[in-house]
């Protein structure tokens, strides 16, 4: 028995420590390229208004809180440079909604081609309906 594990760690012991190697540096590989996108940048904008989206003939006037939220985006320098605030929406869409308690909605995010969004602080808002009169 102790021949046969010494025979496994030890015959051709040089290749099998050049495979371990070499799957360790293709491991790190895959690891570190997934992690980073190479010749990209990120860039927060803070305080941008959540704009509600909601039929024509609603006619409820609708509140969310928070009405603003703080959102990180991914993108080349160059498109990065040019993106203003005005680019990027926070939408809640309220479409088909009645009136209901404590309803908290999901926040979508628009933002040009070629621009990622990677986080959405909150990602979600409280929907506030008017008071009956």
């Known amino acids: 028995m102790i021949e046969f594990l010494r025979n496994l760690v030890f015959e051709d012991f040089w290749l099998k420590l050049f495979s371990l190697m070499l799957a360790v540096l293709t491991w790190l590989t895959v690891t ?3 992690n980073k996108e190479i010749g990209t940048e990120t ?3 803070s305080n941008l ?3 509600i989206l909601a039929s024509a003939e609603d006619v409820h006037n609708f509140k ?11 993108a080349d320098p160059k498109t990065l440079q040019n993106l ?3 680019d990027v929406r926070a939408i809640v869409d309220l479409t088909g909604v009645a009136a209901a308690r404590d309803l908290h909605k999901r ?8 621009v990622t ?3 959405v602080a909150p990602e979600g808002v409280q929907v506030i309906f008017p008071p009956d009169r």
């Open 32 to 34: 570190f390229a997934s």
């Open 43 to 45: 860039r927060v904008f």
């Open 49 to 51: 208004p959540v704009t």
């Open 64 to 74: 969310v809180s928070p009405h603003e939220v703080e959102i990180m985006v991914r």
């Open 84 to 86: 203003q605030s005005k």
């Open 107 to 114: 926040i979508e995010i628009s933002v040009p081609a070629g």
């Open 117 to 119: 969004c990677l986080r």
